[in-house]
Structure formats: structure tokens, C-alpha cells
Nanobody, 116 residues
Framework: QVQLVESGGGLVQPGGSLRLSCAAS????????MSWYRQAPGKERELVAT????????NYADSVKGRFTISRDNAKNTVYLQMNSLKPEDTAVYYC?????????WGQGTQVTVSS
């Protein structure tokens, strides 16, 4: 049974940091490209960051470049999103996704709220 379980979300003040985790099980984690997406209320889901299977190449949305860092630990079947210098506009539900070709798996999401 495929599972992606996000954790680490919460309420943080502007300028603060959070580290999201996504624990994977039920599939060969090392064969899948991993991504983080987010969806704010009333907006479409958007791609935040992607990391390759070996963890040696990355892509980021322009809005998070220089503030967010994606990483993965293939020994722990986990992908992370380190989020620094958070802004109110980063408020959203954050989802992780595993992709291999046309095969996609999604987690249930974790809420991140940036507010004073």
C-alpha cells in the first residue's frame, strides 16, 4: 500500500522557519522523482520544488528560490522541505508527490500558516 505522510506544518511568524517531512512507503522510493506542491485557499495547486532520484539536481519556483531547500534521504525514504524567511504568502497546504513516468502518488497535505 502506497503511503506518503507529510508532517512538520504549523503556525509560524513572518521571517520564521519550518521543516516539512514526507515519509514514503509501499513503493521503491529511490526510483521516484519527489516534489513539493502547495495550494492556498482559492488558488490552484502550484509546484514548489522538485528533486531527482539521486538527490543531485533540483528545481524551485521563482517565489521560493533562495528561501526553500528540498532534500531527500533515500535510506529513510523521506523527502524534506526546509523553509526559511517565511512570508504570509507562503501560507498554504503543502503536499508531497512521487512521480515515475506517468505514475503519481500524493500525500494528504500539511497546513503551513505564516502570520503574526
Amino acid at each position: 500500500q502506497v503511503q506518503l505522510v507529510e508532517s512538520g506544518g504549523g503556525l509560524v511568524q513572518p521571517g520564521g522557519s519550518l521543516r516539512l517531512s514526507c515519509a514514503a512507503s509501499g513503493f521503491t522510493f529511490t526510483s521516484y522523482i519527489m516534489s513539493w506542491y502547495r495550494q492556498a485557499p482559492g488558488k490552484e495547486r502550484e509546484l514548489v520544488a522538485t528533486i531527482t532520484t539521486a538527490g543531485n539536481a533540483f528545481n524551485y519556483a521563482d517565489s521560493v528560490k533562495g528561501r526553500f531547500t528540498i532534500s531527500r534521504d533515500n535510506a529513510k525514504n523521506t523527502v524534506y522541505l526546509q523553509m526559511n524567511s517565511l512570508k504570509p504568502e507562503d501560507t498554504a497546504v503543502y503536499y508531497c508527490k512521487a512521480r515515475r513516468g506517468g505514475e503519481n502518488y500524493w500525500g494528504q497535505g500539511t497546513q503551513v500558516t505564516v502570520s503574526s
